[in-house]
């Protein structure tokens, strides 16, 4: 019996749609106080004096924090910066300098949530203004390399570039921007802070609870284990949720201050700010082919935004290193400073927007060359990784092209622009790349056979709402030989056993294995039990002798020579003196020096371009990806489609307007930050080649949190040019973009 990868409903469906799951800001705490975040208006310059005066005649006004009372922190930890990236340059009213639009600046507390916000909303405050660069041309006229791109350089060379650019026959030069976006996960950023002595219990919602409690701990200066973070359901996070940002401390402080539990919710304008975004880019492609389509040569230079106070790139030329087997190239990374909040991870960081720069200019190219933009990717196809010059560990992106042309009718194409249309309404169809490496840290798990015979797992991971506590009953279900009602998997609180950042796509690949280890091992355990006790059928057996009866009740361990002699899990705890508890570590080995490992995937687009309005509509999109062992069909599925919708977002709607006087969002918000709602989205078709790779980890599951949204944007940037003849080279394409 094998459940893992059976499409079973989501184990914690229930509690979401019946309200029992509790979110942050949802859990009871006794006595808690009410904080809200005040921000600043301004985008660089000092603040010379806050009056609280008129806020204190709020009644229930318990507390005013801002830079002149805050709790002094140690001064090593004053602000924060502690493991970049996840350890953030934080803003902890410990100096008045503002650096950007939106950047924490005080925190008022009261008895009730209405009354804090009308007392901060009453906060007369000013500042002394100093210039602000808010302008992206003016940024880069001053440029700076970060230290790293993730673990890789900085920039890349092979070959030689302007050899292999003269070598081709056909060459392009051509700058793709993307701009300014911000995580809307439904649930914003909360904390609640509840301190007893120096121990604190945080409810956050996160992304990494191990994080918070390390960092929080640091910045406190007190041992991690008096810190307890806590996040059974996280509301959405897209990576935002990935760091602890300043308002995660600042309802410590606030707690500690007041000697009372704080509950501090961003609002959501303050999504747009203070817990990241994804830069702009600015992505210049360079690229050159004979004749038959061989790639001579290519380069990818980005320059993306970061903020005055922290470095962090956006690293969109990692997808081009590994891509194509393109023998001479150059890549960079370079940032422009900008008084604006820090960019962070924000999903797919690099190949959503990375892929959309090399995908269209892979179009380019094959216009240029007249050739089919499949055929040019096929004859430029790589089973190597030539920037790393290692095996791809597997690698089905053949076989995607192939089921995606032939379920999406590709070969009909007629190449001409503008050469396809229904009545007044232009139609075009593009097609792009998916990638998305995997990756895989150490984790740990705990399982233990409670009395009632349900095998309880503990994990100290997180579930953004995409399946984790699902999947990993599954592998737990099967790793023990049990029915999946008879397991339970908790997570979301740093007490339990180790477990690594929910991002980057690396949730299955690492906390998995430490499930399906513990499964095992609980399962030797017993059986040890067993062998050991005179009175148990199982006396004296060994375990290449036993097999696990999943289909029996709870499961039975049995003896394959005699299956008559058998003993049910539950009977062999009872035999045990306490509880029968096991904790299993799984972690990577070297698989990274011998193999460059990522799920790849094919996306076609079908686009409809009004020719008298301009409106851009994608009436289907075929996805088909090579992703390892996909762990339960359903969640999979849903992943990988909510990724390609995000896609769509990404190509048509979402930008984040910064006002050029102020540096503020002037859409921050959800009625004026466009996504893709139900009425954008049409006929999504996923598949899923079969795909096995014995390198990656254990389950052999490659991790699908991200991929969906790569390679939706050039493909469909792609489709809008086939369709009109237009090529756009600026993210979003809106409507007047075409006009
Ligand atoms: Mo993902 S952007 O690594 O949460």
Same mark, same amino acid.
């Given at each position: 019996?094998?459940?893992?990868?059976?499409?079973?409903?989501?184990?914690?469906?229930?509690?979401?749609?019946?309200? &029992?799951?509790?979110?942050?800001?949802?859990?009871?705490?006794?006595?808690?106080?009410?904080?809200?975040?005040?921000?600043?208006?301004?985008?660089?310059?000092?603040?010379?004096?806050?009056?609280?005066?008129?806020?204190?005649?709020?009644?229930?006004?318990?507390?005013?924090?801002?830079?002149?009372?805050?709790?002094?922190?140690?001064?090593?930890?004053?602000?924060?910066?502690?493991?970049?990236?996840?350890?953030? +340059?934080?803003?902890?009213?410990?100096?008045?300098?503002?650096?950007?639009?939106?950047?924490?600046?005080?925190?008022?507390?009261?008895?009730?949530?209405?009354?804090?916000?009308?007392?901060?909303?009453?906060?007369?405050?000013?500042?002394?203004?100093?210039?602000?660069?808010?302008?992206?041309?003016?940024?880069?006229?001053?440029?700076?390399?970060?230290?790293?791109?993730?673990?890789?350089?900085?920039?890349?060379?092979?070959?030689?570039? @302007?050899?292999?650019?003269?070598?081709?026959?056909?060459?392009?030069?051509?700058?793709?921007?993307?701009?300014?976006?911000?995580? /809307?996960?439904?649930?914003?950023?909360?904390?609640?802070?509840?301190?007893?002595?120096?121990?604190?219990?945080?409810?956050?919602?996160?992304?990494?609870?191990?994080?918070?409690?390390?960092?929080?701990?640091?910045?406190?200066?007190?041992?991690?284990?008096?810190?307890?973070?806590?996040?059974?359901?996280?509301?959405?996070?897209?990576? %935002?949720?990935?760091?602890?940002?300043?308002?995660?401390?600042?309802?410590?402080?606030?707690?500690?201050?007041?000697?009372?539990?704080?509950?501090?919710?961003?609002?959501?304008?303050?999504?747009?700010?203070?817990?990241?975004?994804?830069?702009?880019?600015?992505?210049?492609?360079?690229?050159?082919?004979?004749?038959?389509?061989?790639?001579?040569?290519?380069?990818?230079?980005?320059?993306?935004?970061?903020?005055?106070?922290?470095?962090?790139?956006?690293?969109?030329?990692?997808?081009?290193?590994?891509?194509?087997?393109?023998?001479? @190239?150059?890549?960079?990374?370079?940032? &422009? +400073?900008?008084?604006?909040?820090?960019?962070?991870?924000?999903?797919?960081?690099?190949?959503?927007?990375?892929?959309?720069?090399?995908?269209?200019?892979? !179009?380019?190219?094959?216009?240029?060359?007249?050739?089919?933009?499949?055929?040019?990717?096929?004859?430029?196809? =790589?089973?190597?990784?030539?920037?790393?010059?290692?095996?791809?560990?597997?690698?089905?992106?053949?076989?995607?092209?192939?089921?995606?042309?032939?379920?999406?009718?590709?070969?009909?194409?007629?190449?001409?622009?503008?050469?396809?249309?229904?009545?007044?309404?232009?139609?075009?169809?593009?097609?792009?790349?998916?990638?998305?490496?995997?990756?895989? #840290?150490?984790?740990?798990?705990?399982?233990?056979?409670?009395?009632?015979?349900?095998?309880?797992? +503990?994990?100290?991971?997180?579930?953004?709402?995409?399946?984790?506590? =699902?999947?990993?009953?599954?592998?737990?279900?099967?790793?023990? $030989?049990?029915?999946?009602?008879?397991?339970?998997?908790?997570?979301?609180?740093?007490?339990?056993?180790?477990? *690594?950042? %929910?991002?980057? #796509?690396?949730?299955?690949?690492?906390?998995?294995?430490?499930?399906?280890?513990?499964?095992?091992?609980?399962?030797?355990?017993?059986?040890?039990?067993?062998?050991?006790?005179?009175?148990?059928?199982?006396?004296?057996?060994?375990?290449?002798?036993?097999?696990?009866?999943?289909?029996?009740?709870?499961?039975?361990?049995?003896?394959?020579?005699?299956?008559?002699?058998?003993? &049910?899990?539950?009977?062999?705890?009872?035999?045990?003196?306490?509880?029968?508890?096991? =904790?299993?570590?799984?972690?990577?080995?070297?698989?990274?020096?011998?193999?460059?490992?990522? %799920?790849?995937?094919?996306?076609?687009?079908?686009?409809?371009?009004?020719?008298?309005?301009?409106?851009?509509?994608?009436? +289907?999109?075929?996805?088909?990806?090579?992703?390892?062992?996909?762990?339960?069909?359903?969640?999979?599925?849903?992943?990988?489609?909510?990724?390609?919708?995000?896609?769509?977002?990404?190509?048509?709607?979402?930008?984040?307007?910064?006002? @050029?006087?102020?540096?503020?969002?002037? /859409?921050?918000?959800?009625?004026?930050?466009?996504? *893709? =709602?139900?009425?954008?989205?049409?006929?999504?078709?996923?598949?899923?080649?079969?795909?096995?790779?014995?390198?990656?980890?254990?389950?052999?599951?490659?991790?699908?949190?991200?991929?969906?949204?790569?390679?939706? $944007?050039?493909?469909?940037?792609?489709?809008?040019?086939?369709?009109?003849?237009?090529?756009?080279? !600026?993210?979003?394409?809106?409507?007047?973009?075409?006009?």
């Amino acid at each position: 019996m094998t459940i893992t990868g059976a499409p079973i409903n989501r184990v914690d469906a229930w509690a979401k749609v019946s309200g &029992a799951a509790r979110y942050s800001a949802e859990h009871p705490v006794a006595d808690v106080a009410h904080a809200v975040l005040v921000t600043s208006t301004i985008p660089s310059g000092r603040v010379l004096s806050i009056d609280d005066s008129a806020a204190r005649e709020v009644p229930g006004v318990l507390l005013v924090m801002t830079h002149e009372n805050a709790l002094r922190l140690p001064p090593k930890m004053k602000d924060g910066k502690l493991q970049p990236p996840i350890g953030r +340059r934080l803003t902890l009213l410990q100096e008045d300098d503002v650096y950007y639009n939106n950047q924490p600046i005080a925190v008022v507390v009261a008895d009730t949530f209405e009354r804090a916000r009308e007392a901060g909303a009453r906060l007369r405050i000013e500042y002394e203004r100093k210039p602000a660069v808010l302008d992206f041309e003016q940024a880069k006229q001053s440029v700076h390399p970060p230290e790293k791109v993730l673990t890789e350089e900085t920039d890349t060379k092979r070959g030689d570039l @302007q050899a292999g650019l003269l070598a081709g026959s056909a060459r392009i030069d051509v700058t793709y921007t993307t701009p300014v976006e911000s995580h /809307n996960p439904l649930e914003t950023h909360a904390t609640i802070a509840q301190w007893d002595g120096d121990r604190l219990t945080l409810y956050d919602s996160t992304q990494y609870m191990k994080g918070v409690q390390r960092i929080v701990a640091s910045i406190f200066d007190i041992p991690p284990e008096n810190v307890t973070a806590i996040c059974p359901y996280v509301g959405g996070g897209f990576g %935002s949720k990935g760091s602890v940002w300043s308002h995660v401390v600042l309802a410590a402080m606030a707690a500690k201050q007041l000697g009372r539990p704080v509950k501090l919710s961003l609002d959501r304008n303050q999504m747009f700010g203070p817990v990241g975004s994804r830069p702009n880019t600015e992505q210049r492609m360079r690229m050159a082919a004979l004749s038959d389509g061989r790639m001579t040569a290519s380069s990818h230079d980005t320059i993306a935004y970061t903020s005055m106070i922290e470095d962090w790139i956006e690293p969109c030329g990692l997808v081009t290193r590994m891509m194509y087997e393109s023998p001479n @190239q150059e890549t960079s990374h370079r940032l &422009a +400073r900008m008084h604006l909040g820090t960019p962070t991870f924000m999903r797919a960081p690099g190949e959503a927007t990375g892929s959309y720069a090399q995908d269209c200019a892979i !179009d380019e190219l094959a216009y240029e060359l007249h050739m089919d933009p499949l055929d040019l990717r096929l004859k430029n196809y =790589t089973e190597r990784d030539p920037g790393k010059d290692l095996p791809f560990s597997s690698k089905s992106l053949r076989q995607c092209y192939e089921i995606g042309a032939e379920r999406f009718g590709w070969r009909d194409r007629n190449p001409q622009p503008r050469s396809m249309r229904q009545g007044h309404k232009l139609v075009g169809w593009g097609m792009a790349t998916a990638s998305y490496p995997t990756n895989r #840290s150490p984790a740990e798990c705990s399982a233990t056979l409670t009395p009632d015979g349900t095998a309880l797992f +503990r994990s100290g991971t997180q579930d953004l709402g995409t399946g984790t506590y =699902t999947v990993m009953t599954q592998v737990a279900a099967d790793a023990l $030989g049990v029915p999946v009602d008879r397991v339970r998997f908790e997570l979301g609180n740093s007490q339990m056993p180790e477990a *690594p950042v %929910s991002g980057g #796509s690396t949730t299955v690949a690492s906390v998995a294995p430490a499930v399906q280890a513990a499964g095992k091992a609980l399962r030797l355990k017993l059986l040890g039990i067993a062998a050991a006790d005179e009175r148990s059928p199982l006396f004296g057996a060994t375990a290449d002798q036993v097999g696990v009866d999943a289909a029996s009740d709870g499961g039975e361990l049995y003896l394959l020579a005699d299956p008559a002699r058998r003993e &049910a899990m539950q009977a062999i705890a009872a035999r045990h003196d306490g509880p029968v508890e096991v =904790t299993a570590k799984a972690e990577p080995g070297d698989e990274k020096q011998k193999y460059s490992m990522h %799920s790849f995937g094919a996306v076609f687009v079908e686009v409809t371009v009004d020719e008298d309005l301009g409106e851009i509509r994608v009436p +289907r999109v075929v996805g088909v990806y090579g992703v390892g062992k996909l762990m339960n069909e359903k969640t999979g599925y849903s992943q990988l489609m909510g990724g390609i919708v995000w896609g769509i977002g990404l190509a048509l709607f979402e930008e984040t307007l910064i006002d @050029q006087r102020e540096g503020r969002a002037v /859409n921050g918000n959800l009625a004026e930050y466009h996504v *893709p =709602t139900n009425a954008d989205i049409q006929a999504i078709d996923v598949q899923i080649v079969d795909e096995d790779d014995p390198h990656v980890n254990p389950l052999g599951a490659k991790g699908i949190g991200e991929i969906g949204i790569t390679g939706v $944007g050039a493909a469909i940037a792609n489709a809008v040019f086939h369709a009109t003849g237009k090529r756009v080279r !600026d993210l979003p394409i809106t409507l007047d973009k075409l006009l």
